[in-house]
Each structure stands twice: as structure tokens, then as C-alpha cells.
T-cell receptor, first 114, second 111 residues
Framework: NAGVMQNPRHLVRRRGQEARLRCSPMKGHSHVYWYRQLPEEGLKFMVYLQKENIIDESGMPKERFSAEFPKEGPSILRIQQVVRGDSAAYFC????????????FGQGTRLTVV | GEDVEQSLFLSVREGDSSVINCTYTDSSSTYLYWYKQEPGAGLQLLTYIFSNMDMKQDQRLTVLLNKKDKHLSLRIADTQTGDSAIYFCAEKWGSQGNLIFGKGTKLSVKP
């Protein structure tokens, strides 16, 4: 059973471009969480999704950021018109239904905006 | 409030015990966690404790929870150089939902 898979591991974007970050949860996990880690900081919650539903997006910036978790395929975190302040590590975690207390994290995507 | 507080640095000698402390502010937290992050890597779940427990032991790791003081600690016995990493304390409210993380404690183990 592969762990939570995130790709790409590293992503470089110029200011104004779009960034797409992908997360494939562990097999059997239907809950996905996205977190952002700024340098020298802890992880900050962004969004919690179940298949085809956004459950909690209270940590998402109001503009330029969106997330989805379709019925088929990975969860996508999309950042439009990136700015330097978006440079961070973005982590995805997944948990199985009914056992949300156990969240397993991916290796993260390190986004650098130049 | 949503602040989980940890000291930023801890340095120990190989073979000594390490104790990493954390305070949280929400008494309704149901689960508390310790994660380990090595440089450039993701977060590895080390252990967790349910809020109705006082202590949990798993090999070299001992977690102590003081709900009255909202204090959580992680003790690593016989610390090794491979234990050098950043350790994050986190809390969760309810059985689903997100985790609230501290800023992490950087543990340095000197030979």
C-alpha cells in the first residue's frame, strides 16, 4: 500500500503563472487535507475535502486558491497568478472514512515562485 | 484560541533522554499528536494520544498528557543522532477535521 503521493516534489513558477499540485491519497482513504508550511513555520491548515465535496475551506486564501477532489483521480490544489509569497511547502494528508484521527502525510510539494 | 506552543530548539547528547514540551489552548481537543520532520521530507506520524489518556508508551517514546494544564510532552529515551529532526505537536478537535500544529522543536543530537 503506497503512501500518500504528491507530485511534483519541486515546482518552480514565475510570478503570474499557475501552479497545480497533485495529491493521491492512500488506497481506501476518502478524506484529503491540504496544509501549507512557510519557512521556519509549522503547518497551517488550508482545506479539507472528501470525494467531490469541500468540507472545510476556512484556511484557504479567498482569492487565487482553489482545491478539488474529483470522483476519479487525485486531489488538485490550484494556485492562480502566483506571487512570491506563495513560495512554501504544500503538504497533503489523507485519512480513511471513520478514522479521521489518523492522518498520513505525503512528502510535500515545494513551490518556488521566481 | 488556536495557538499550540513549543520551544524552538533542544540540544542533547547522544544516549541522553530528550523531552520536548508543548502547550495547547483548547480543552476540547480530542487527539494530540507528535510528528517528526527530517530535512526536506514530509511529516512522519510518531505517536498520538487520545484526550482521555494520561500516558502512552511506544518503545523509546513516552507521551505524557496533562489536561488540566493543557500540556503535552514527548520523551525520547536513549536519543540517537538519527533522532535529529523537527518535532511538531498537533491537536485535533473531534474525529474528523484538521490538525492545529505548533511551530516545531528542532532537536539536535550531539555525538
Amino acid at each position: 500500500n503506497a503512501g500518500v503521493m504528491q507530485n511534483p516534489r519541486h515546482l518552480v513558477r514565475r510570478r503570474g503563472q499557475e501552479a497545480r499540485l497533485r495529491c493521491s491519497p492512500m488506497k481506501g482513504h476518502s478524506h484529503v487535507y491540504w496544509y501549507r508550511q512557510l519557512p521556519e513555520e509549522g503547518l497551517k491548515f488550508m482545506v479539507y475535502l472528501q470525494k467531490e465535496n469541500i468540507i472545510d475551506e476556512s484556511g484557504m486564501p479567498k482569492e487565487r486558491f482553489s482545491a478539488e477532489f474529483p470522483k476519479e483521480g487525485p486531489s488538485i490544489l490550484r494556485i492562480q497568478q502566483v506571487v512570491r509569497g506563495d513560495s512554501a511547502a504544500y503538504f497533503c494528508a489523507s485519512s480513511p472514512p471513520g478514522q479521521g484521527f489518523q492522518a498520513f502525510f505525503g512528502q510535500g510539494t515545494r513551490l518556488t515562485v521566481v | 484560541g488556536e495557538d499550540v506552543e513549543q520551544s524552538l530548539f533542544l540540544s542533547v547528547r547522544e544516549g541522553d533522554s530528550s523531552v520536548i514540551n508543548c502547550t495547547y489552548t483548547d480543552s476540547s481537543s480530542t487527539y494530540l499528536y507528535w510528528y517528526k520532520q527530517e530535512p526536506g521530507a514530509g511529516l512522519q506520524l510518531l505517536t498520538y494520544i487520545f484526550s482521555n489518556m494520561d500516558m502512552k508508551q511506544d518503545q523509546r517514546l513516552t507521551v505524557l498528557l496533562n489536561k488540566k494544564d493543557k500540556h503535552l510532552s514527548l520523551r525520547i529515551a536513549d536519543t540517537q543522532t538519527g533522532d535529529s529532526a523537527i518535532y511538531f505537536c498537533a491537536e485535533k478537535w473531534g474525529s474528523q477535521g484538521n490538525l492545529i500544529f505548533g511551530k516545531g522543536t528542532k532537536l539536535s543530537v550531539k555525538p
